[in-house]
């Protein structure tokens, strides 16, 4: 089992920036790909982006050019940095982990953009 916690998220004014951190816990050892998810109030979980344990990410087009994730492998922690946040990435952002075909999810963190 795999535990996450994601961590980072908060009040932000439209433009601003954020850095999400998700740490890994439990049985860590050969976590595949990492990610992050978001769901907006009334809408379906969608992929931001992910990222391979080797470092290759995976970026969603609604949020290309404005986002970075990255990884530390040693410390089993993912990251997303978010600049020039708009209302509209108003969402809880979930961090999962995939491993041996298993995902797993945090419980996610409350990101609000105001305008």
């Known amino acids: 089992q795999v535990q996450l916690v994601e961590s980072g998220g908060g009040l932000v004014q439209a433009g601003g920036s954020l850095r999400l951190s998700c740490a890994a816990s439990?049985?860590?050892?050969?976590?595949?790909?990492m990610g992050w998810y978001r769901q907006a109030p009334g809408k379906q979980r969608e992929l931001v982006a992910r990222?391979?344990?080797?470092?290759?990410?995976d970026y969603a087009h609604s949020m290309t050019g404005r986002i970075t994730i990255s990884r530390d492998n040693a410390k089993s922690e993912v990251y997303l940095q978010m600049n020039s946040l708009k209302p509209e990435d108003t969402a809880v952002y979930y961090c999962?982990?995939?491993?041996?075909?298993?995902?797993?999810w945090g419980k996610g963190t409350l990101v609000t953009v105001s305008s």
């Open positions: 990222i391979t344990a080797d470092g290759r990410p």
């Open positions: 439990g049985s860590i050892f050969s976590i595949n790909r």
């Open positions: 999962n982990a995939e491993q041996y075909g298993a995902i797993y």
